[in-house]
């Protein structure tokens, strides 16, 4: 069963970049990657994560997305006869890349047979908790640091000239 | 682990390469370029909790979190360094910020 919701999930997370990744109307592309995010938030679950796929939700299809829609809005890009998406010339080395890429990788796959496990491993808010404070406290405080830093830069960027 | 982790790694894997491919076909949007950026991130977390769940640690979890809140704090410095540059410039074309002093 979960198996097959896995599966639709994934379809969907890969429809909806694509869609994001050729439309070249800036808030048509936000909004195709917030339902892929909200898709990669039920793989997310499915995987044994319900506590990322809530931080998922929560900070990147309700902050940053809605931070990304801000930025258009506030610049004025939301006009789809002034957007110009790339052109052919500039698609194929990304193209190139692409395919060397997957085919690399599909390369890599083809010799290892997949195995199959069976079980359902959940981690809950507890467990997920004690491993990020007891093992990791020292990446929680350079995080709280690296984001002050950010909030200090962001302001520093955003401020009005003084006369 | 409900599917095997061979298939959560070639979506990551595809998720990637999409991100990869935006950031470089749309390398005149500097919009785009932080979308792409964010998808790439994204495979890196499908990746790492993949991983987390096949060997049943915890760890893969809390290192996607750490990716977050790096993601986080990166487009927020990133956004407001494209507001500044477009109040210089009013376009967001990364070909125009060739120069240091512009």
């Known amino acids: ?6 599966y639709i999930l994934a379809a969907v997370v890969l429809i909806a970049t694509l869609l994001a990744i050729t439309e070249r109307h800036a808030v048509h592309a936000i909004v195709y990657l917030a339902t892929s995010f909200f898709a990669l938030a039920g793989i997310f679950y499915l995987l044994g994560a319900p506590l990322i796929a809530v931080f998922e939700v929560i900070i990147y299809a309700g902050a940053i997305m809605v931070l990304f829609l801000f930025v258009i809005m506030m610049l004025d890009m939301g006009q789809p006869e002034k957007a110009r998406g790339p052109s052919l010339k500039q698609w194929w080395p990304a193209l190139l890349l692409g395919a060397v890429i997957l085919v690399a990788m599909s390369a890599l796959f083809v010799t290892n047979v997949p195995e199959t496990l069976a079980g359902w491993s959940y981690t809950d808010a507890r467990e997920f ?22 909030l200090v830069g962001a302001l520093y960027l955003g401020r009005r000239k003084l006369p | ?52 769940a096949h060997w049943r640690l915890v760890d893969g979890q809390v290192f996607s979190l750490v990716i977050m809140a790096l993601t986080s704090s990166e487009v927020s410095l990133a956004l407001s360094m494209v507001v500044y540059l477009h109040r210089r410039k009013k376009t967001v074309s990364a070909d125009e910020f060739s120069e240091m002093k512009g």
């Open chain 2, 1 to 52: 682990m409900i599917v095997p982790l061979t298939h959560v790694l070639i979506l990551a894997g595809i998720i990637f390469v999409m991100g990869l491919a935006c950031a470089i076909a749309w390398r005149n949007n500097l919009i785009m370029i932080l979308i792409g950026i964010e998808i790439m991130l994204n495979a890196a977390m499908l990746a790492f909790v993949g991983g987390g």
């Open chain 1, 1 to 6: 069963m979960e198996q097959i919701f896995f």
């Open chain 1, 129 to 150: 908790s004690r491993v990020l404070f007891r093992k990791y406290g020292v990446a929680v405080e350079v995080i709280s640091l690296q984001l002050l830093f950010a």
